[in-house]
Nanobody, 125 residues
Framework: QVQLVESGGGLAQPGGSLTLSCATS????????VGWFRQAPGKEREGVSC????????YYADSVKGRFNISRDNAKSTVYLQMNSLKPEDPAVYYC??????????????????RGQGTQVTVSS
């Protein structure tokens, strides 16, 4: 049974940082791509990043490129999203997600088969 559980959301000041974690189970993370997308109230889902964990690359949306970094610890079955230089447009519920396949479909892809329950990120001074 595929499960993804996000944590690490919270309140950060503009320009600050947060690191989100996504604990995965039910599949061997080493072989599969995992992405992050976000959704703010009243807005559509927005793909943020995806990491294939292998030769197939890592992708970032233009809106977060240079500020966010996706990484993984296969031994811990966990994917991370380090978010730096947070902006007022970054607040949203952030979800990690996977199709349990080896490929990412770009940073902006959002139609994943499996996703977690989400973690809220708030940016405010």
């Amino acid at each position: 049974q595929v499960q993804l559980v996000e944590s690490g959301g919270g309140l950060a000041q503009p320009g600050g940082s947060l690191t989100l974690s996504c604990a995965t189970s039910g599949f061997t993370l080493e072989y599969y791509a995992v992405g992050w997308f976000r959704q703010a109230p009243g807005k559509e889902r927005e793909g943020v990043s995806c990491d294939s964990g292998s030769f197939y690359g890592t992708y970032y949306a233009d809106s977060v490129k240079g500020r966010f970094n996706i990484s993984r610890d296969n031994a811990k079955s966990t994917v991370y999203l380090q978010m730096n230089s947070l902006k007022p447009e970054d607040p949203a519920v952030y979800y990690c997600a996977t199709n349990v396949g080896p490929h990412c479909f770009g940073a902006t892809y959002v139609n994943y088969e499996y996703r977690g329950q989400g973690t809220q990120v708030t940016v405010s001074s």
